[in-house]
């Protein structure tokens, strides 16, 4: 059995809170069982790093747990929320939770980080509270509509690089790349809605900073030229003999975004034709056409500010009617 890594902690609150029960993570199994540490309002359990030791936070010398990892949050009626920030994810009573979003944490659930330590939850059950009929306590949950244009890339030949390449090298280097164009998409005003395999879908929605469908081409743009550069870096794409491709698709639309789940365990669903047809039009882009291919109404949007070439029509799987494509090529300010 692998050694058990040292845990580095500080003192998580200079005085207890009045407002607040105390809640204690018990470290579970090995010699280490009886070790507790105990926070009120918020834990951040992260790497250890020589010299950024603070109150509020439990390092682990352990390398596959991220500099942030996870944070555990109290709410004033007794309940504790954790919400995983990391890259290899936590675990919460066995399940791999879903990415940036708070679920509960109930006192006795064990809570797993890096590759060999666990916490249980001690503490104060909370009070359970009954709303009366007709409460209006609760968040009434609403879909709204926008403007949007949504951005998709997609690894080209992702099924057959899984089948011949080793999978955990495939998994490491996807998640490489994924991590810099996530980094490169916020950077540029997008919102990551999700990865999904091999593919990643991301948007720009309608708001008084500009045109939604400019700021989506110029992203595209940006992204295929960063896509192609960590190509070509040995210590980001480490599958031999596959090199790294990806095609985009921009499609432009009215969507319908709401947020889906219950308690705090919440995502964010997209729902309209925009989202169907960037995926569709993504398998149209190839060598040929160009690596970014958009729909009429993002070219429409964006022609001022960006040149595109008519591809003609598509039949887009799921559409009764021939899309006609455009491929992006380039940005008009853009000095040849």
């Not at 009886?34 to 250890?48: A, K, V």
């Not at 409460?135 to 709204?144: C, E, F, L, Q």
């Amino acid at each position: 059995m692998a050694e058990r890594q040292e845990t580095r902690t500080t003192s998580f609150l200079e005085s207890p809170s009045s407002a607040l029960p105390s809640k204690r993570l018990a470290v579970v199994g090995g010699e280490e069982g009886s070790t507790t540490f105990t926070f009120y309002d918020r834990l951040e359990i992260g790497r250890y790093e020589k010299g950024l030791e603070a109150v509020g936070k439990l390092q682990i010398k352990d390398p596959t747990v991220s500099s942030r990892h996870c944070v555990i949050s109290q709410e004033p009626d007794g309940r504790c929320y954790v919400r995983d920030v990391s890259r290899n994810g936590t675990r919460l009573q066995g399940r791999r939770l879903s990415p940036n979003l708070k679920t509960e944490i109930k006192i006795g659930f064990v809570l797993s980080v890096g590759t060999d330590l666990s916490f249980r939850l001690e503490g104060d059950s909370p009070r359970d509270t009954l709303e009366e009929p007709g409460s209006d306590r609760g968040t009434v949950a609403i879909s709204s509509t926008a403007n949007v244009t949504v951005l998709v890339g997609d690894i080209r030949d992702y099924t057959v690089l899984a089948q011949r390449s080793d999978s955990s090298g495939v998994q490491a280097s996807v998640s490489r790349v994924f991590s810099f164009l996530e980094e490169g998409i916020a950077a540029l005003g997008g919102t990551l809605k999700e990865f999904q395999g091999d593919a990643i879908f991301a948007f720009w929605e309608e708001g008084p900073s500009g045109n939604h469908a400019e700021k989506a081409c110029k992203a595209a743009l940006s992204m295929d030229r960063v896509s192609r550069e960590l190509a070509a870096d040995s210590a980001v794409w480490q599958v031999e003999d596959f090199p790294l491709k990806i095609d985009w698709a921009l499609a432009s639309g009215l969507v319908a975004i709401s947020s889906h789940g219950s308690g705090n365990a919440l995502g964010l669903s997209m729902v309209g034709e925009p989202v169907v047809l960037a995926f569709r039009i993504e398998k149209f882009a190839n060598d040929e056409t160009g690596t970014i291919v958009a729909c009429p109404t993002t070219r429409d949007m964006a022609r001022s500010a960006f040149e595109f070439r008519d591809l003609g029509e598509r039949q887009a799987k799921g559409f009764e009617e021939p899309q006609q494509l455009f491929a992006l090529a380039v940005k008009r300010t853009a000095k040849s």
